[in-house]
């Protein structure tokens, strides 16, 4: 597979190869690019309709992207499942009002791990809601909770969920509308529980007498939890794919959403790894894990120009390396702003690890050193390695990686 899909300025849906070869159009009226299969026939896309925040399946086949209509008396809002290839679309959930889970964000959408099932975050007449879709075309999506804030992550056999809602944390095994359920309330300023990728850990956030912590506890009962680490005023976490490591952002002072440290924690009880200390001169927006689990990337906030740096590290922390210097399009500043939960359903890394696929603009010394840049956000291929320069694959203000 190894594809990239993207939406353009005009809010049609491409996939593409990871050079920016065949280019494939499943959206819009302009049909299908000559590199593109014959058969494929885009749906027209009218002036004012767009499609937006588009994600993979896990096998690649499919991806799924909420749709808006502007009408002069109404806006319809679907989440539409895409068959990769085709194109071809089916309705999968239509909402009552037209509501946005982030600015410019109508779901939030995330295909289980494995299997056919779409979870995704609506605006309900009720509040924040989120939906579950079997993946059976004419079935409805079933509400599996209400509330908000509301943050959570599949099991790795999408058989359990666990969920942050309010201040309430809940492990739902299966994600049903009556579920099996545990639960407890937590006060640690956090957004998203990482479930390890056997499915048997939790690891979350709550307070401490002197503060806050990292705590770990079993699936099976999460009674049973144990403190692993002191952390700050608030934090992000999220599991290695390989599962031996906790990657842990924190920081010191409530002050701003950014992050002050960037730890390695592993899973074994040892000594946590530091990547970034704090004291150190940018603070840190978002972090993603390889899915080789070999590297983190992360992503840092320049002061003195106001723009993004993304880095990238080995595990043991020895080299970090600065790779491209961007300003994110709108749809990235709200990836990055919610990073530990779109690090689960939309991936910037490709599936070997060895590159990132970002939206925007190149920053100011880019522009610089390559004379004359097109305007506008574009997509970006980096090279994790830092060896090479960026790919510019034309313009876009959206691009997430397959699976596989």
Not at 216 to 237: H, N, R, Y
């Amino acid at each position: 597979m190894n594809r990239i899909a993207c939406i353009s300025p005009s809010g049609d849906l491409f996939t593409m190869n990871p050079d920016g070869s065949e280019l494939t159009q499943l959206t819009g009226d302009f049909g299908a690019r000559e590199s593109s299969p014959s058969s494929v026939r885009p749906q027209q896309l009218r002036m004012n309709e767009y499609y937006t925040w588009p994600t993979w399946s896990s096998d690649g086949r499919r991806l799924a992207a909420s749709h808006v209509i502007v009408e002069e008396s109404r806006t319809e809002i679907t989440l539409q499942v895409l068959d990769a290839r085709t194109g071809h679309s089916n309705i999968v959930y239509e909402n009552n009002q037209a509501g946005l889970v982030a600015d410019g964000a109508p779901h939030y959408i995330y295909w289980a791990p494995i299997g056919d099932q779409v979870s995704f975050l609506a605006s309900t007449s009720e509040g924040l809601a989120l939906f579950v879709w079997d993946g059976t075309s004419g079935r409805p999506a079933a509400q599996i909770s209400l509330g908000a804030p509301l943050y959570y992550q599949w099991s790795k056999d999408a058989q359990a969920m666990a969920l942050h809602v309010g201040s309430e944390l809940i492990w739902a095994s299966p994600p049903s509308a009556v579920p099996s359920r545990q639960s407890f309330h937590t006060a640690g300023n956090f957004r998203v529980p990482a479930v390890s990728p056997d499915g048997s850990t939790l690891a979350y956030v709550d307070r401490t007498i002197e503060g806050t912590a990292l705590y770990v506890a079993p699936t099976s009962d999460l009674s049973q939890a144990k403190q692993v680490l002191d952390l700050g005023w608030s934090s992000s976490l999220m599991w290695s794919p390989d599962g031996t490591q906790i990657a842990v952002a924190d920081q010191a002072i409530s002050r701003t959403q950014l992050f002050d440290r960037l730890m390695l924690v592993p899973a074994d009880g040892g000594a946590p790894t530091s990547l970034v200390s704090a004291g150190s001169s940018n603070d840190i927006w978002a972090f993603f894990w390889a899915p080789t689990s070999e590297r983190l990337a992360w992503v840092t906030v320049n002061g003195a120009s106001q723009e993004l740096e993304m880095r990238v590290s080995s595990i043991n922390g020895a080299e970090i390396k600065n790779i491209f210097d961007f300003r994110p399009s709108a749809e990235v500043f709200i990836m990055m702003s919610f990073f530990d939960q779109y690090g689960h359903s939309h991936s910037l890394w490709s599936p070997d690890g060895q590159s990132l696929v970002v939206a925007g603009s190149k920053g100011e010394a880019a522009r610089r050193s390559n004379g004359r840049t097109p305007t506008g956000d574009r997509i970006y291929v980096l090279d994790a390695n830092g060896i090479e320069g960026p790919k510019d694959l034309g313009p876009g203000v959206l691009a997430v990686w397959s699976w596989n």
